[in-house]
Nanobody, 125 residues
């Protein structure tokens, strides 16, 4: 299973960015998806997750109200819309797929079995 993340870039504080993560239909349907991030010198941290149906989402407190996770099952793609970006949001962002099917959104990395290669988000003025 390969997850392809894209959409990272250099933005200024307050700007918006949308990340995408796509995989094959077989690898996407019925699985929960998540976004994590890792800043230099820090551990990987949970950002947002969406259940297999898209009906349920969860967020880290640090991004609530600013980030939105969504999925398009017809395109086998999960998105992370990031608004009002802050310098502390700068990190490599990773998408991940849950290990088991039909799961609700999960915040623990251990719940995810496959990871994308990461896409770099830089927030700087």
């Amino acid at each position: 299973v390969q997850l392809q993340a894209s959409g990272g870039g250099l933005v200024q504080p307050g700007d918006s960015l949308r990340l995408s993560c796509t995989t094959s239909k077989l690898a996407f349907t019925l699985y929960a998806m998540g976004w994590f991030r890792q800043a230099p010198g820090k551990e990987r941290e949970f950002v947002a997750a969406i259940g297999w149906s898209g009906a349920k989402t969860i967020y880290a407190d640090s991004v609530k109200g600013r980030f939105t996770i969504s999925r398009d099952n017809a395109k086998n793609t999960v998105y992370l819309q990031m608004n009002s970006l802050k310098p502390e949001d700068a990190a490599v962002y990773y998408c991940a797929r849950s290990a088991r099917r039909l799961q609700p959104p999960q915040s623990q990395p251990v719940a995810y079995h496959y990871w994308g290669q990461g896409t770099l988000v830089t927030v700087s003025s």
